[in-house]
């Protein structure tokens, strides 16, 4: 599974330390809780610490055990304080990690308490069902854990490391609700066709700052947020994952390949200026700043646009929608686990860590978490649990799906093992927005790297 290149760069870094982690759990004896009168947590994530606050005084409300929360951020300095405090044994009681990622190294590593036992049937039953099974060891996880060099290593299928606290998904357009207003465009667009007359209606009414951004210096962002959605729901999920097979007759120099290409080539005209040169920051600042109507990211995009300056009662917020004549009409989004929860093997407050954790899986707890820090929680919301997130997390909700039809963001096992998306992705930005090749030239080189990347596995 892959997150966002932002995640993925994060994660990096941590796994990067995941062999010094092994030897400095070697070095873990002492409870980082002993002597501490409170639980202690640490969050990578800022925009998540008045949401948790909130949370504690409740849990300490209920249960009398208080809980102190800390954030370090950004996700070096984290990696850096886990590092020093594992070396000294003043680890936390509870971390929030990256699901499926440094989760997965640090409890191989040996920094983290097998949750497997512990974590039930009635306990995953809170949580949609296609993040279940995220923050736990898969037989898939556990056979790359063995390749020589793995960051993962260490750990044995089966094993739980995390609950899952936030959930989400590429693919979410946001958009200037009044400035779409004023152009017409009142309802959020169904089909590629409508969200391309909304971009023509909103940049004819402001060609200055009515285009569309996104952090392209980031290449595999409009790759894999923006058309490869379109392109699932276009072609449907079995001729999608063609276009990345080994069948270069139905790669991307092929009919349905160009179909993609053209289709998606329309929102050429719209780019924000300089869109080409913006990281996933920038392009999402200049959204926040009104330098943009639309927007694409992700569900995990809105606390950043919320805590620099935007509006969350203006945006409106909808999935990449298919073309009209689809394959699937009405595609929803697969979320998958963003972020998690892992007790720390050397708390000594693990009964207490433990009901933490099963505190912020209640439904009613995790909706009111969602809607303070603006992500999504992980669970099946219903009635006023689910009114309670707020409208735009509904409506992020709404947008997921399961089973086939559900384009899901996570899944790579159709390409090749050597597949590059962020060199793939240069290519179709030089298709567009940069507009120094055609369709059919683009189409070509991304099918001869396809094959190029089958060919050496």
Request: hydrophobic share 40%; proline share 6%; with cysteine.
């Amino acid at each position: 599974m892959e997150h966002s290149p932002a995640f993925r760069q994060g994660r990096r870094r941590l796994l990067a330390a995941a062999p010094a982690m092994a030897l400095l759990a070697a070095g873990c004896g002492r409870s980082a809780g002993a002597g501490r009168d409170r639980l202690t947590m640490w969050t990578f994530k800022q925009s998540h610490v008045k949401a948790l606050d909130a949370a504690a005084a409740a849990f300490t409300a209920q249960t009398g055990t208080k809980v102190a929360i800390q954030a370090i951020t950004p996700d070096d300095a984290f990696l850096t304080k886990v590092q020093a405090a594992a070396r000294t044994n003043d680890l936390p009681d509870v971390i929030e990690v990256h699901a499926n990622g440094d989760d997965l190294s640090f409890g191989g590593a040996g920094l983290l308490e097998d949750l497997a036992g512990t974590v039930g049937r009635s306990w995953l039953d809170k949580y949609l069902p296609q993040v279940r099974k995220d923050g736990a060891v898969t037989a898939a996880q556990y056979r790359d854990s063995l390749t020589e060099g793995s960051k993962t290593m260490g750990v044995k299928e089966g094993q739980r490391f995390s609950v899952p606290l936030t959930v989400g998904t590429f693919g979410i357009v946001y958009a200037d609700r009044r400035r779409l207003a004023s152009a017409g465009v009142t309802e959020p667009p169904a089909t590629w066709e409508q969200f391309i007359d909304a971009l023509a209606a909103v940049h004819r009414t402001d060609p200055k700052r009515g285009g569309i951004t996104i952090g392209v210096q980031q290449p595999s962002t409009a790759l894999e947020w923006l058309m490869q959605p379109m392109a699932f729901g276009m072609l449907g999920k079995e001729r999608f994952q063609a276009l990345f097979g080994s069948d270069p007759s139905k790669g991307f120099a092929s009919a349905d390949g160009q179909r993609v290409l053209t289709e998606y080539g329309r929102v050429t005209p719209y780019w924000m200026p300089g869109t080409a040169a913006k990281s996933i920051d920038d392009a999402d600042l200049s959204f926040a700043q009104g330098k943009s109507a639309f927007l694409v990211g992700g569900t995990f995009t809105l606390a950043f646009l919320a805590a620099n300056g935007a509006d969350p009662a203006n945006i409106m917020t909808f999935p990449v929608p298919p073309p009209a004549r689809a394959a699937i009409p009405g595609m929803q989004l697969s979320p998958f686990a963003l972020t998690g929860l892992s007790v720390t093997r050397t708390s000594r407050r693990k009964d207490e860590a433990m009901a933490w954790l099963r505190f912020l899986s209640q439904p009613d707890v995790a909706a009111d978490f969602g809607r303070a820090a603006l992500d999504v929680p992980p669970n099946l919301l219903t009635g006023a649990d689910r009114k309670a997130v707020g409208p735009l997390l509904t409506t992020m909700l709404d947008s997921f799906g399961t089973g086939e039809n559900a384009y899901n963001a996570g899944d790579t096992t159709y390409r090749p093992s050597l597949y590059d998306p962020g060199k793939v992705g240069a290519v179709l930005a030089g298709y567009t927005p940069l507009k120094s090749t055609g369709a059919r030239q683009t189409g070509n080189h991304i099918s001869s790297m396809i094959k190029s990347y089958w060919a050496e596995q």
